[in-house]
């Protein structure tokens, strides 16, 4: 069964204070890693896709890494708009749009 | 940009009762996916629909559960008999022959009551 596990729960940032979040995982024949961004009340927004371990992809202040373990989404100089709950997900076996997601790491920026 | 579009965004219901919950997604996608999200808890994976069939299914998506497309632009999910314990935001998603990554929708609220 695959599993994912992010941590930490939640993050306080001051607004510039850079710090990165973890997403540790299992899965039998890994198809993808995601990172989605979510805002209270909405759906999933897609940021990146990680397919093999060496794997890095930025995005404005964002950066995802990925290992044969874990992911990092690593965020340099925070703002506040940057305040959401960030949501990592893999796809195994044969479906790209079956996913498994952690339990998400709410990230909160104070300016 | 293209969007997967859900309706309504909120939807109350008394325990017992059918609800369809709709979904618009984005066109030329073809592989369309329910998911749920209860309340502080993750988003968990329902079914898959493929090619006018079910493709894959959870636990959670038992005989109270179905879906549909019934003319080609929309993709629905029933609940046949509502409990309390389905209360959470449901979420429509879809994914393109080539794309690898699948867009949700903004979700609907679903409470039971």
């Known amino acids: 069964e695959d599993q994912v596990t992010q941590s930490p729960e939640a993050l306080r940032l001051q607004e510039g204070e850079s710090s990165s979040l973890n997403c540790s995982y299992t899965?039998?024949?890994?198809?993808?890693l995601f990172w989605y961004r979510q805002d209270p009340g909405k759906g999933p927004e897609f940021l990146f896709t990680l397919y093999s371990a060496g794997e890095e992809k930025e995005k404005e202040r964002l950066k995802a890494t990925l290992t044969k373990k874990e992911s990092f989404l690593h965020i340099t100089a925070p703002k506040p708009e940057d305040s959401a709950t960030y949501l990592c997900a893999v796809a195994g076996g044969t479906s790209y749009g079956k996913l498994t997601f952690g339990q998400g790491t709410i990230l909160t920026v104070h300016p | 940009e293209p969007e997967v579009t859900q309706t309504p965004s909120h939807q109350v219901t008394q325990m017992g009762q059918e609800v369809i919950l709709r979904c618009v997604p984005i066109?030329?996608?073809?592989?369309f996916y329910w998911y749920r999200q209860i309340l502080g808890q993750k988003v968990e994976f329902l079914v898959s629909f493929y090619n006018n069939e079910i493709s894959e299914k959870s636990e959670i998506f038992d005989d109270q559960f179905s879906v549909e497309r019934p003319d080609g632009s929309n993709f629905t999910l029933k609940i046949r008999s509502t409990k309390l314990e389905d209360s959470a935001m449901y979420f429509c998603?879809?994914?393109?022959?080539?794309?690898?990554?699948?867009?949700f929708g903004q979700g609907t609220r679903l409470t039971v009551v």
């Open positions: 066109s030329n996608h073809l592989y």
């Open positions: 998603a879809s994914l393109g022959r080539s794309n690898t990554e699948a867009f």
């Open positions: 899965v039998s024949g890994l198809r993808g």
